[in-house]
Every structure is written in structure tokens, then in C-alpha cells.
């Protein structure tokens, strides 16, 4: 058996297997559902919800979609061998590569791990490795030179193109109507102006339902507090921001320089941040 006979159940198989997974995580993104096997403020939300989850507002599960269904396509398109070899190797590697980037990401600046997305990555370098062992079946003739080049622009685009469009805030998706948080008493007013007086500082998400019942409990006082959007589709948001102060997750307060995690009564708020106005 040649080494080009493995080539078309491993594109089958592995692409229809990340078409899969890619429009699972594209929908888990865009419901806000909990990811099947991934407890609620785990790795797996830190991923979601990092300023790295999309790129120009697109969310990278559905780019792993396209990237999977036209290799597919490619594949299962009637052309030469060696133009359909090179063409599937030019893919490939570009996904291989922005698997290896966002791995990257996830370990040295997120600092969190997605199992599904190393699974994608996983599949994506099968299949760049399986095309690799298919080169002499199907284009012998093309120099390692050629390839070496050509492997060099490739990476080199898809690395550099991925860093400098990622994080960009395609537009607004939050509100300062304070006053649809509900009314605030003077003990809301007084803490979130203390705080806010003081420079404590709350990083989340307007996707974070956490971020939202804290914003709730100052009611429309919460106008004083200084908050951070995180998420890089949320209005005025500061991904880069809450990336340097190692925010993971959300609400996360900044208060006399420490951080603390998690949606927290007024009361314990107060204690932290040293307010002795009576509820």
C-alpha cells in the first residue's frame, strides 16, 4: 500500500470530525451555553471569553469551520494530483500554523487550556502530516526548496496576519443605561463612590452573567465604579488591558492593588475596600 493511499480516508475522516467540533464550539460561542465536560469558570470559559476568542469579530470556531469544509471540498474536488496535493498542503499548513499560534496564546498569555481546541489542533496536524507523507505519491517532482519557501510565506502570513488583526474591537455591544440596573440607596451610592473615589477597578464581560448580578446589586451607583470591558466585542472594551493585569476571570475587582475573583456582596466589597458607611 503506498503512502498516498492513507491520504483519503484521513481527510475524510479528520474534516468531518473538525466540522463537527467547529460548529459545536461556534454554537456553545454564540449561545453562551456551558461546553459538555467543562465546569462553569474553568479553562474552558477563560478561553471563550478571552479577547482572543475572535478575530475581527468573527469567533474562531467558525473559522475553524470554513478552514475544515474547504479542505473537504478541496479535497473531493476532481483536479490534477499535484495541484490538488499543493493546494491541500498550502491549507494545511496555514491551519496547522494558527492551531500552533492560538495554542501558543492559550498556554503563554491566557494561561489556560481548551481541550477542545487542542483536540482541533491535534486533527489539523494529522492531517498536515498525512499530506507530507503523501507528497511522493502525489507530486514527487517538487523540489524541497519550493517547499521550504513556500512553508516560510505561508506561516509567516498567517502569523503575522492573525497578530495584528486579532483584538480589534469591531464595534459596540454594551450600554451605560445605568438606570436599567434598577434604583440605588444611599448605601449602594456611597460604596460605589467610595470605590470609585479610591480607584478600585472591576474587569468583565457583558456576556459574563457574574459581571451583571454584580452590576446589579450597586444598582444604577454602579456608575461610579471604574469597569473594564474585556470582552473585545463590548463597548469601549480593553482586552490588551485585562490581558497585562492577568485577569482569567470575570468579575475579577481591583482594589488597593490586589485582585480578587468573583461576584461578592456589597457588604464584603466594603470590608475590602475599607468603607464604614452602614447598610
Avoid at 466540522?19 to 477563560?46: K, M, P, R
Avoid at 467610595?194 to 450597586?218: E, L, T
Avoid at 475579577?252 to 466594603?270: D, N, V
Wanted: proline share 4%; aromatic share 12%.
Amino acid at each position: 500500500m503506498n503512502k498516498g493511499s492513507y491520504l483519503k480516508p484521513v481527510i475524510l475522516a479528520l474534516t468531518a470530525l473538525g466540522i463537527i467540533l467547529s460548529l459545536y464550539l461556534t454554537y456553545i460561542h454564540f449561545t453562551e451555553s456551558q461546553a459538555a465536560f467543562c465546569a462553569a469558570g474553568t479553562d474552558c470559559d477563560t478561553v471563550r471569553q478571552s479577547g482572543f476568542s475572535t478575530i475581527i469579530g468573527v469567533p474562531v470556531a467558525a473559522l475553524g469551520v470554513a478552514g475544515y469544509s474547504v479542505l473537504l471540498v478541496v479535497f473531493l474536488i476532481n483536479m490534477k494530483k499535484r495541484t490538488k496535493w499543493l493546494l491541500l498542503y498550502i491549507l494545511a499548513l496555514a491551519g496547522f500554523v494558527f492551531s500552533a499560534y492560538l495554542t501558543y496564546i492559550e498556554l503563554f498569555v491566557i494561561k489556560a487550556i481548551c481541550m477542545y481546541c487542542i483536540f482541533s489542533a491535534v486533527l489539523m496536524t494529522i492531517i498536515f502530516i498525512a499530506l507530507i507523507r503523501a507528497k511522493s505519491e502525489y507530486h514527487p517532482k517538487l523540489s524541497g526548496s519550493y517547499i521550504g519557501v513556500l512553508s516560510l510565506a505561508v506561516a509567516a502570513t498567517v502569523i503575522l496576519g492573525a497578530a495584528l488583526v486579532q483584538g480589534q474591537k469591531p464595534g459596540a455591544a454594551d450600554s451605560h443605561d445605568y438606570s436599567a440596573l434598577g434604583p440605588a440607596d444611599s448605601y449602594q451610592t456611597g460604596l460605589a463612590m467610595y470605590m470609585g473615589g479610591h480607584g478600585a477597578v472591576m474587569y468583565g464581560s457583558f456576556k459574563c452573567p457574574h459581571c451583571n448580578q454584580q452590576k446589579q446589586m450597586f444598582g444604577e451607583a454602579f456608575r461610579y465604579i471604574k469597569y473594564v470591558e474585556c470582552n473585545p466585542k463590548g463597548e469601549n472594551a480593553n482586552p490588551s488591558l485585562c490581558l497585562a493585569k492577568g485577569i482569567l476571570n470575570y468579575p475579577t475587582w481591583e482594589i488597593e492593588g490586589k485582585l480578587y475573583e468573583g461576584a461578592m456582596p456589597l457588604e464584603q466589597l466594603s470590608k475590602i475596600a475599607g468603607y464604614d458607611g452602614k447598610p
